[in-house]
């Protein structure tokens, strides 16, 4: 599954992320790496982007971005 | 001996306040060379032997962003004497990303943890000496909001450079260079991991509690009430900068009163002057009233707005609600090519040209900032508004004139959408920008901050601005006010008060007119009248009126000025009593006189002229558009230089306005004659 699949308030380790180019380096540089933890805060009113949670910090992210990070 | 230290780090760090505080207004801004990226350059106030420079505010060194490449480069190649490494304390654990980065370089540097009260307050703490011990460097307590600290950070900063205090070469650094880039994100995070564990003292209560800061957004950003929350934030912003008539109450809103305020004492000025030159010739009065204090003023009149505005822009960005009205309205945007942040430049067009373009500074992504700009100038700001009250009630005298108007700005959002669409898709080849945004916790705005803030804005408009607008509007008086005549001797003949200047309809600028007006044929507007409204409509947007007044004086008859108006709005005697039929009067007066009139009701039937030089409703439709969509007042297209940087991206992007203009006045135009309106 993809972190799109997260309910808000759950949490799940990245496994891999299946992406190239500048959104994976931008992805690693703001500490999505394999067997982090992140929790899903939540889904924006209209329904897209998501806010997570990852090192401390809020992050968000559109749910195109989110779907190529499969977690578990 | 001189030294340059640089400023590092994340966004949100507090950089700029650190900045702002170590410098004070002894700053310059700048470009960095090639890109449109600015150049923060300071000398340190109290320590004036140190040059300050502001790095662009990223969370890594890799290359893969203008700003990140200018970081990259600046402390590799130029090696600055000392980099200062700015750490969002709370945020340790992203924050020590960058400062790895940097300290793989081998650059003295010193790390600076602000935000270092709050974190104490919370109970927490960073132990600054393991991370010495462990990088080699420097590491001092700071709070650049609460000035705190800045006297550790200059002994830090000073001993540093002293002893050439360099990082440690840990053995992470020598590993990376066998790992490809994933490994090296990878190695890197663990390192800090390990650091992280050691170094942060977590207070495990507060840890478990939830923050002060996801308490309000549980609120701010929540699916039902976020949206109505914003709508309210951005109705209050829009009432107190730019609002004429705040809350109902008959009061103008903080911006438009202090606009109002500066508009008379500037007009007390330009009237002493003017005693003052009572008898100096006439062009020379000319020339420093209508000339040099006309421009000045339209400059001085969008200070406090843009004043206003800014400070309230940058107290929704420093509490970091900014970045959730991006999070809110993202999808609606991303429509369009934009993003959510684009909302708040368009909304303020509606008032004001100027500032809403300076507010595109808040957009992040170049793409979204150059399409934002271009587009804002077509909302119906304050100053189209005369235009459209004027022409449709002497073109549309017949319609519901609130219906006209309702479908006139309809069509200038719509056409600020489509165009925004085109330009994603031709310019851009529709390329949807990365959106990871950091939610930064909220916080409260420091005032001295939020000042600075506001006052950098402005005095940047002005001296940018300020020379466009003056040297154009010199320009504009000169090619109304003269024609060849003033030169070889014949005015001055023939003129009752032996004056070298010319009447506007025998100057350069009706020559200038009718040398474009084949241009316009064939929206549907003929002669040099209309388009020399078009021409004065670029000083400010309001002149199109003024100088219809004054172009087609001969229209106004004693018979018509019966038949429409007497009794109306002001007596015909009134009108009489400022020169209305002449065309001479103050052109303030005349202003609120006329548009008074017309929206009362005049009939372009019974303007010879007018009506031979704007035939059907569809020509005076088309008209009305043209002036909304081509070029803004050259105030607007100052701040749309200041922000696109070149020339050559201001001029493409007025030259997109134009384009847009004359295909939308030509629709209209063709739609006319097709049912014959």
């Not at chain 2, 009432?239 to 809350?247: D, I, K, T």
């Amino acid at each position: 599954m993809t972190l799109c699949d997260l309910k808000p308030g759950q949490k799940g380790k990245v496994v891999s992320f299946g992406t190239e180019g500048v959104l994976r380096h931008r992805l690693l540089d703001m500490g999505i790496t394999t067997g982090i933890e992140i929790q899903l805060v939540k889904v924006a009113p209209l329904g897209d982007p998501l806010e997570i949670r990852l090192r401390g910090y809020n992050l968000s992210l559109r749910k195109t971005e989110a779907s190529v990070i499969e977690i578990k | 001996m001189k030294y340059t230290l640089a400023l590092a780090g994340n966004p949100n760090c507090g950089k700029t306040t650190l900045f702002n505080i170590l410098t004070g207004s002894r700053q310059h801004v700048g470009n960095w060379p090639g890109v449109t990226v600015d150049k923060k350059e300071g000398v340190w106030k109290k320590h004036t032997e140190y040059n300050i420079l502001d790095l662009p505010g990223t969370y890594s060194l890799s290359p893969y962003s203008a700003e990140e490449k200018i970081a990259r480069d600046y402390i590799v190649k130029e090696r600055p004497d000392c980099v200062i490494d700015i750490v969002e304390s709370p945020n340790l654990e992203r924050n020590l990303y960058l400062t790895l980065q940097i300290l793989e370089t081998g650059v003295p540097t010193v790390i600076a943890l602000n935000m270092s009260d709050e974190l104490e307050e919370r109970g927490e703490s960073i132990d600054s000496s393991y991370l010495e011990k462990e990088f080699g460097v420097k590491v001092v307590k700071i709070s650049a909001r609460n000035n705190k600290g800045v006297q550790e950070l200059y002994d830090a900063v000073v001993e540093t450079i002293e002893k050439n205090i360099t990082p440690k070469k840990i053995p992470l650094f020598e590993k990376l260079q066998k790992l490809d880039d994933e490994g090296v994100a990878n190695a890197r995070y663990e390192k800090i991991s390990d650091v992280v564990k050691h170094a942060y003292k977590k207070n495990s209560k507060v840890q478990n509690e939830e923050s002060q800061s996801s308490k309000i957004d549980k609120i701010l950003t929540n699916r039902l009430l976020g949206l109505p929350i914003f709508a309210l934030v951005m109705y209050l912003l829009f009432q107190l900068s730019l609002g004429e008539n705040l809350f109902f109450l008959g009061i103008p809103g903080l911006g438009v009163f202090f606009a109002g305020w500066v508009d008379i004492l500037w007009s007390a000025i330009t009237n002493l002057v003017a005693t003052g030159l009572v008898n100096a010739a006439p062009w020379a009065q000319g020339l420093v009233i209508n000339g040099i204090f006309g421009g000045i003023g339209a400059i001085l009149g969008f200070m406090p707005l843009v004043l206003v505005l800014y400070m309230f822009l940058s107290i929704l960005e420093d509490s970091g609600y900014m970045a959730r009205v991006t999070f809110v309205l993202d999808r609606v945007f991303r429509r369009f090519g934009l993003s959510g942040k684009s909302f708040i430049p368009l909304l303020m067009g509606f008032g004001c040209a100027v500032p809403a373009i300076m507010a595109t500074r808040t957009l992040d992504e170049e793409k979204d900032r150059h399409i934002t700009i271009i587009i804002t100038a077509f909302m119906p700001c304050g100053g189209k508004l005369p235009i459209i009250a004027m022409f449709v009630s002497i073109l549309f005298v017949a319609d519901n004139a609130a219906n006209i108007t309702f479908l006139i700005y309809v069509m200038a959002m719509t056409v600020a959408i489509l165009v925004a669409l085109i330009l994603n898709k031709v310019w851009y080849n529709g390329a949807t920008s990365n959106f990871l945004m950091e939610l930064p916790q909220y916080r409260l705005p420091a005032p001295i901050s939020v000042l600075q803030h506001g006052l950098e804005k402005i005095k940047g408009f002005a001296k940018k601005a300020g020379t466009i607008i003056l040297a154009s509007t010199i320009l504009v008086w000169f090619l109304t006010s003269f024609n060849i005549n003033s030169f070889n001797g014949v005015n001055k003949e023939s003129n009752v008060n032996s004056s070298v200047m010319s009447e506007m309809d025998e100057s350069f600028m009706a020559s200038v007119g009718k040398v474009f007006s084949p241009i316009f044929v064939p929206l549907g507007f003929h002669g040099w009248r209309p388009t020399v409204g078009i021409i004065t409509g670029w000083i400010a947007k309001e002149n199109v009126v003024t100088t219809f007044a004054q172009v087609y004086s001969d229209d106004i008859t004693d018979q018509y000025l019966l038949e429409y108006f007497d009794g109306k709005n002001a007596s015909k005697e009134e009108l009489l009593d400022v020169g209305f039929e002449e065309g001479l009067y103050e052109s303030e007066v005349a202003r609120e006189i006329y548009e008074g009139l017309l929206q009362e009701g005049g009939d372009a039937n019974a303007l010879p002229t007018v009506r031979r030089d704007i035939p059907t409703k569809s020509a005076g439709f088309a008209y009305i558009m043209f002036n909304l969509l081509c070029m803004p007042c050259l105030a607007a297209v100052g701040a749309m230089k200041r922000e696109l940087k070149t020339w050559r991206k201001t001029f493409g992007g007025v030259g997109v306005q134009m384009l847009t203009a004359y295909i939308i006045a030509l629709l209209i135009r063709l739609i006319g004659l097709l049912f014959g309106f």
